[in-house]
């Protein structure tokens, strides 16, 4: 894992204060490669082969080199079907080489080749080209701006704002799709006027004159039929032996690797296959009891102690914790949000940034259950887009079975709905209220989720959800110097899922349901079988309520009201009248207060290394 940084050119100081924008990304080491043409450098956090795996890496055949960031799962494989092939290696086993010699060996079709979470850049000297290139799924970030002439990308934004010549202006269509619409990372666009991300699954090119040219490889099939033609166990049993070995190849590291553990059926799942790995001397090169690393809230109505505890039970692990309080966030909320570089659609990540900041010291490698709730329809609007599947390809009395079996998770969810939606009741504040414009051409947002489950399910993984919860997971873990790795997010697992009948998502009343039998004996059954979900988050409206003068000093601030965004009179007003009972999303105070600090810190000041 490691943060790289580059440019069309020669600027020896630029990239210097790049890396060190971003030295929390690898305190390892670094490296760089300065030339006429490109400029290529990285800051390293040495995870595989950590005495040869040093970057950039340089091929002697072709000239070419390389700056790399993230791992590569399928590396002992490739590195022999290359060798088999006439290439030549130098490293004992550095992923790293291995993506340089697959560039060689098949040009830009090599990131088909490669299974695993990747961002790297490759300077191309017969070409005279920079080819960058981006995982299936986006788990690790890429970021550019590309001008004429002039070419430059990072593995994080502070980085690219190092150039004095690149923007800082907020891109205001994408502000407020965030504050209406609550979107975000749903596209190339970042908060940044002319600031772009390579999307998941693509690659470019980038000639010496900063020209680009960007293509997608990899677009997964999404099955839209609603019932299975196999028997339930076949399924089960199909998934259960993918997991089993995707979360093999994720606990590959030669240092040590732990597991964050909400309590939730996902982070359950993962430890309880880590354990089993390494008590059968699996070949992780992962060795001694596993560490697990959890938020707990003492008191709270959130605190998930009781499932946290069966699985550490479960597993014998090396519990470690930590305690989050609406103090501690509020004195370090401007450092997170530096961090966050954009905002968040809501305070929750500072839950994972809290248990990445008690893992630093303990382990370098951390995996996580993200990713299965989108995979898996783990939430519950997804219910109603599963009577829709059913409704539309005439499965009634599979709609009425789920009706009746999930009435107890499902009755809450209609009354709220319905309540929405009643006429002639209290009428709830709305962003608009607030807002002292929403020009159409920026506030237009069409949303309409499919009525097919697989293809809603598909939408959110690639462009709704997940991609901004990779962005938070990211930036949380790289802040404390810890590789996350996301094992539902295996592309192989991910096509593998895509490819379930809908009712292997959601039957017989439960949700995510071929995971849960794929589970059965090999996790704690009060935790495969829970009904409830929460996870990783805080007591957002608790926390908002508790420090709502601190909140309000913000929100009448000069600055605030100076931007033109907000009326600064009415959004007082709106959140007194919320503090005071009124209904409405308590969370469209948190995107207004997260957009001002980060307004004040990314916009309003120079973005320098802390």
Same mark, same amino acid.
């Given at each position: ?25 690898? !305190? ?33 055949? #072709? ?50 080749? &490669? #299974? ?23 788990? $690790? ?16 934004? $502070? ?10 202006? @907020?891109?205001?269509?994408? &502000? =407020? ?49 609603? %019932? ?55 070949? #992780? ?6 560490? #697990? ?27 470690? =914790? ?7 966030? +509020? ?6 949000? +530096? ?9 929750? @990540? =500072? ?12 382990? $370098? ?10 995979? &898996?329809?783990?939430?519950?609007? =997804? ?55 929403? !020009? ?64 292997? $998502? ?25 009904? %409830? ?38 959004? &007082? ?16 105070? +948190? ?14 000041? @120079?973005?320098?290394?802390?």
């Amino acid at each position: 894992m490691c943060g790289i940084a580059g440019f069309t050119g020669r600027d020896p100081e630029l990239l210097e204060a790049m890396l060190a924008s971003i030295e929390h990304r690898g !305190p390892d080491s670094w490296g760089a490669e300065v030339g006429q043409e490109f400029t290529v450098g990285m800051r390293r956090l040495s995870i595989i082969d950590i005495e040869g795996g040093e970057q950039p890496i340089r091929s002697e055949q #072709t000239g070419a080199c390389i700056v790399f960031n993230g791992e590569l799962y399928n590396n002992a494989e490739l590195r022999g079907e290359l060798a088999r092939a006439g290439r030549c290696f130098v490293s004992d086993h550095s992923d790293t080489e291995t993506v340089l010699r697959a560039y060689e060996e098949w040009g830009a079709s090599c990131v088909t080749h &490669l #299974t695993g979470m990747f961002a790297f850049a490759i300077v191309d000297r017969r070409t005279h080209e920079l080819y960058l290139a981006r995982d299936r799924l986006g788990i $690790k970030p890429l970021y550019y701006h590309a001008a004429p002439g002039r070419f430059c990308f990072a593995s994080e934004l $502070k980085a690219l704002f190092q150039d004095p010549r690149i923007s800082r202006a @907020p891109d205001m269509g994408v &502000l =407020y799709q965030f504050l209406l619409h609550r979107v975000h990372d749903a596209g190339e666009e970042t908060f940044f006027q002319g600031v772009k991300r390579l999307l998941p699954g693509h690659f470019m090119t980038v000639s010496v004159d900063g020209r680009t040219a960007v293509s997608k490889y990899w677009a997964p099939e999404v099955n839209p039929e609603f %019932s299975s033609s196999r028997p339930d166990a076949e399924y089960a049993g199909g998934f259960g032996e993918l997991f089993e070995r995707v979360i093999r190849r994720h606990m590959i590291a030669d240092v040590p690797v732990g597991v964050s553990l909400s309590g939730g059926l996902d982070s359950s799942g993962v430890s309880s296959v880590m354990a089993s790995l390494m008590g059968s001397g699996a070949d #992780t090169h992962t060795e001694g009891s596993l560490h #697990t690393f959890s938020a707990l809230y003492p008191g709270q109505s959130i605190d998930e102690s009781k499932y946290v505890h069966s699985v550490e039970r479960h597993v014998k692990s090396v519990p470690h =914790y930590a305690y989050p309080t609406v103090d501690e966030f +509020w004195d370090e909320i401007a450092e997170w949000v +530096w961090y966050q570089e954009e905002p968040t659609i809501s305070s929750a @990540p =500072y839950a994972y940034y809290s248990v990445y900041r008690i893992a630093k010291g303990q382990v $370098k490698v951390i995996l996580s259950g993200n990713g299965g709730d989108e995979l &898996l329809a783990g939430y519950l609007p =997804y219910f109603r887009t599963y009577l829709s599947s059913a409704m539309d390809q005439r499965h009634f009395l599979a709609a009425v079975r789920e009706v009746v079996l999930g009435r107890d998770l499902y009755t809450k969810f209609a009354r709220e709905l319905a309540a929405r939606h009643r006429p002639g009741g209290p009428r709830q504040f709305s962003m608009p209220d607030f807002l002292t414009a929403t !020009p159409a051409d920026l506030a237009e947002f069409d949303y309409r989720p499919s009525r097919n489950l697989n293809v809603r399910l598909a939408d959110d993984v690639l462009r709704y959800s997940t991609p901004n919860l990779l962005r938070y997971e990211d930036k949380n873990s790289m802040a404390f110097s810890i590789e996350s790795r996301v094992p539902f997010l295996d592309h192989e697992l991910v096509e593998f899922i895509f490819q379930l009948p809908i009712d292997q $998502k959601i039957k017989m009343g439960w949700n995510r349901y071929v995971y849960r039998q794929a589970m059965k004996g090999k996790m704690p059954e009060a935790n495969r079988t829970r009904r %409830s979900k929460i996870g990783f988050t805080n007591p957002e409206t608790a926390w908002t309520r508790e420090r709502a003068p601190l909140i309000r000093d913000v929100f009448s601030s000069s600055t605030l009201s100076s931007r033109g965004i907000f009326d600064s009179g009415r959004l &007082l007003e709106e959140f007194d009248a919320w503090l005071g009972g009124k209904p409405g999303d308590g969370l469209a105070f +948190w995107r207004v207060l997260v957009t001002e600090l980060w307004l004040r810190r990314y916009v309003d000041s @120079p973005v320098t290394v802390r």
